[in-house]
């Protein structure tokens, strides 16, 4: 299983980014997937997630990113995206993809996802 996230870069404040994880071994639909972050000195913390499609697809945020984030997902292409609007300073992080068949308790749990990929960074100038 191999996760691919790409996206990432500089921006100002008030810009937009568009994060994508494309997915190889796995089917993305199948499971959970989650956008998580993390900064230097501060554990990762959940962005946002989607469903697996026999969950509804359904989304999820952080209360941080709500009306500002979007996650959504290519069954075709087996690509989650997470589209950034207005970002903030507070949002420059390592931004991860992680995947797999959670539950909705653990959704927000990033230790619970047992696939990574590997970060892209996202840094928002003031």
């Known amino acids: 299983v191999q996760l691919q996230a790409s996206g990432g870069g500089l921006v100002q404040a008030g810009d937009s980014l568009k994060l994508s994880c494309v997915a190889s071994?796995?089917?993305?639909?199948?499971?959970?997937v989650a956008w998580i972050r993390q900064t230097p000195g501060k554990e990762r913390e959940f962005v946002a997630g989607?469903?697996?499609?026999?969950?509804?697809?359904?989304?999820y945020y952080a209360d941080f990113v709500k009306g500002r984030f979007t996650v959504s997902r290519d069954n075709a292409k087996n690509t989650v995206y997470l589209q950034m609007d207005s970002l903030m300073p507070e949002d420059t992080a390592d931004y991860y993809c992680?995947?797999?068949?959670?539950?909705?308790?653990?959704?927000?749990?990033?230790?619970?996802?047992?696939?990574w990929g590997q970060g892209t960074l996202v840094t928002v100038s003031s």
């Open positions: 992680a995947a797999g068949p959670l539950i909705l308790s653990s959704m927000y749990s990033p230790r619970r996802y047992p696939y």
């Open positions: 071994g796995l089917t993305l639909s199948s499971n959970t």
């Open positions: 989607i469903r697996s499609s026999g969950h509804g697809s359904r989304k």
